[in-house]
């Protein structure tokens, strides 16, 4: 008679179970963030989640998510993942938002914030009528880098990027150009493309193309880069307000080698707990 085995346990389940992951979702002059705090929730695949929360018809839906954890050399840690999983050095934007969670949590109004890029200073200026934060940031610095596009720079933060200086904000198509830089070597890894128009000795107009995400409402290290280039170029002086489609952020930089100043609000629009099954 033939024998049949018989297994000595059960066979796993085919369905992971979900686990809720508290988040805030945040903005920064409409440039928006998944916000979740590293020191009370575990995710091993951060990536993966970011591809799955920043997924605006299947989830939550934003430009990137912002991870908050513990830092041996600063007051916290933020990682920045941008919404095709893609980890960024730095975001102006983002941690103003990081500096808000920070402070409504009870940790202070001044924090030292250690990124990729370095450790940053923020600091809450203002609550009423809306949270301005400013950020001290490292100053732009233009580098000698072959960019094959007319009127433009390449400015390092800390993070990459080209600014095109235009007549116009429509002069340029940000989506073409930065497929067209993706093909070249020296910037296959992706580069933060802006094209900026001078409005006066103080104002700047500017559109942004973020690697990973795509054209986005805002860019605050791309308003720095803009900025900080009108002031190395003699095109604009010190403060100069960068108006975005998200709004208005302010650059202060005296053109040296200290520290750029960002200042801009930061919106806390809701907070709540999403669903997901990959926690491994």
């Known amino acids: 008679m033939a024998t049949r085995t018989v297994p000595t346990t059960q066979p796993a389940s085919t369905t992971v179970p979900s686990r809720l992951v508290p988040f805030a979702k945040m903005h920064g002059t409409h440039n928006d963030f998944i916000v979740v705090d590293a020191r009370v929730t575990t995710i091993l695949d951060w990536k993966a989640?970011?591809?799955?929360?920043?997924?605006?018809?299947?989830?939550?839906?934003?430009?990137?998510?912002?991870?908050?954890?513990?830092?041996?050399?600063?007051?916290?840690?933020?990682?920045?993942f941008n919404a095709d999983g893609s980890e960024a050095e730095m975001c102006g934007n983002g941690i103003r938002c990081v500096a808000r969670f920070l402070a409504e949590n009870g940790e202070g109004d001044a924090r030292r914030i250690h990124t990729i890029a370095g450790i940053i200073g923020t600091r809450v200026i203002a609550r009423d009528p809306e949270y301005l934060i400013s950020v001290d940031m490292p100053p732009p610095k233009i580098e000698r880098r072959a960019v094959p596009i007319q009127n433009a720079v390449f400015v390092n933060l800390g993070n990459p990027h080209i600014v095109i200086f235009a007549s116009s904000l429509d002069d340029v198509d940000l989506a073409a150009a930065a497929h067209r830089l993706a093909t070249i070597r020296s910037f296959s890894d992706g580069v933060n493309l802006h094209v900026a128009v001078r409005e006066s000795e103080h104002k700047l107009a500017v559109r942004h193309y973020e690697r990973g995400v795509g054209e986005t409402a805002s860019c605050g290290t791309?308003?720095?880069?803009?900025?900080?280039?009108?002031?190395?170029?003699e095109m604009a002086t010190s403060p100069i307000d960068v108006h975005v489609p998200g709004g208005t952020l302010r650059v202060e930089w005296d053109g040296g080698t200290s520290v750029a100043y960002l200042t801009g609000p930061a919106t806390r629009v809701f907070d709540a707990v999403i669903a997901y099954d990959s926690f491994a």
């Open 49 to 80: 989640f970011a591809r799955f929360a920043c997924d605006r018809r299947r989830a939550i839906g934003a430009d990137g998510v912002l991870v908050i954890d513990d830092s041996t050399v600063a007051d916290a840690g933020m990682r920045i």
């Open 222 to 233: 791309g308003a720095i880069a803009c900025a900080g280039a009108a002031i190395m170029l």
